[in-house]
């Protein structure tokens, strides 16, 4: 277990903003910061830029489309007997 605390830069892929900050969280993966230092990053699927609750745009899904989407990426189950 890590716990040096240390600058960390969090990425968020579906709204494109990094934060840089301190954490002791560590990965393989660095991006280089404006400051002109490299960090080690660590993407996160969701954060304060793109979470609904803080962004006001709420995407409704209804229980069909959320089955669709999953057999769409993993398949659909083999019939039972």
Avoid: C
């Avoid at 006001?56 to 007997?81: C, H, I, Q, T």
């Amino acid at each position: 277990m890590n716990t040096t605390y240390q600058p960390v830069v969090f990425r968020d892929r579906a709204a494109d903003v990094a934060f840089l900050t301190r954490s002791t969280l560590t990965s393989d993966k660095t991006v280089e910061w404006s400051d002109g230092r490299t960090y080690p990053v660590v993407d996160v699927e969701i954060s304060s830029a793109s979470h609904p609750f803080y962004t006001g745009n709420a995407r409704v899904l209804d229980s069909a489309g959320r089955v669709e989407r999953f057999e769409r990426r993993y398949g659909k189950a083999p019939a039972r007997a």
